[in-house]
């Protein structure tokens, strides 16, 4: 079983944010703002690559609904998904990332360091 199954079951703690019977929302244990919040599907799924519309139609309004209870809903946040290798995904259960609290940096590339990503 996947880390975010375990915590889906109650196996390993997690400080709660939200949930429902699909989703559940939580703290990243190592956050990159000062609030960074995780929301699963309670259902396995590997990554966004294979999440059915069906499923983010659901998760589209619970990922709205985390952002009001923590106040962000206003100033705005971040959200991010990492999918697979090359997105740097290491949890392998879907998961978006929200992030905010303050205003975040967004990475200013010079043309010359462009060329070395796209
Ligand atoms: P990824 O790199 O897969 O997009 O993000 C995985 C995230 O899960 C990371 O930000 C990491 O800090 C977080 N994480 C990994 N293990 C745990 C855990 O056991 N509990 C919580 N709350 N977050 C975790
Ligand atoms: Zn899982």
């Known amino acids: 079983m996947c880390i975010f199954c375990k915590i889906v079951q109650g ?13 559940l929302a939580f703290h990243d244990v190592n956050p990159k703002a000062p609030i960074h919040i995780l929301v699963i599907p309670k259902k396995h799924i590997d990554k966004f690559q294979n999440v059915t519309p069906e499923l983010m139609a659901k998760m589209t309004p619970f990922i709205q609904e985390v952002a009001k209870i923590l106040e962000l809903d206003q100033r705005g946040y971040r959200l991010i998904v990492n999918n697979g290798e090359d997105g740097g995904q290491e ?24 060329k070395k990503y796209l």
């Open 91 to 114: 949890v392998m259960h879907l998961h978006f990332h929200i992030l905010g609290g303050t205003k975040l940096l967004w990475p200013q590339l010079t043309p010359d360091e462009n």
């Open 11 to 23: 196996e390993i703690p997690c400080n709660k944010v939200h949930e429902n019977d699909e989703f």
